[in-house]
């Protein structure tokens, strides 16, 4: 079994910053991709940012130069740094992993969100 736990959500004004964090926990032989998503209300979920194994990240055009996502390959975890947020940020938020685990292969693991309300 595999288990991802965030943290970090909350209320922010809009301009300031909040940290993510998600943490990969069980039977992990190894980990290939870590990202965070989004859904708002009313909208489709969609990709944030990632990071693989090899330290390629890859973000979505609305938050680049305004998120940053980093992980810790030691502990299995993977961070997103938000900075400047707007109202249109403002959503649940997603931990999703790519997982090979000990005893299967490759499976994507989601946390259960975390709320990110922007506003003034």
């Known amino acids: 079994q595999v288990q991802l736990v965030e943290s970090g959500g909350g209320l922010v004004q809009p301009g300031g910053s909040l940290r993510l964090s998600c943490a990969a926990s069980?039977?992990?032989?190894?980990?290939?991709?870590m990202g965070w998503y989004r859904q708002a209300p009313g909208k489709e979920r969609e990709l944030v940012a990632a990071?693989?194994?090899?330290?390629?990240?890859n973000y979505v055009d609305s938050v680049k130069g305004r998120f940053t996502i980093s992980s810790d390959s030691a502990k299995n975890t993977v961070f997103l740094q938000m900075n400047s947020l707007k109202p249109e940020d403002a959503a649940v938020y997603y931990c999703?992993?790519?997982?090979?685990?000990?005893?299967?292969?490759?499976?994507?693991?989601w946390g259960p969100g975390t709320q990110v309300t922007v506003s003034s």
């Open positions: 999703y992993a790519k997982i090979l685990g000990t005893g299967w292969g490759l499976r994507d693991y």
């Open positions: 990071v693989t194994s090899a330290g390629i990240t």
């Open positions: 069980g039977s992990i032989r190894s980990i290939n991709i």
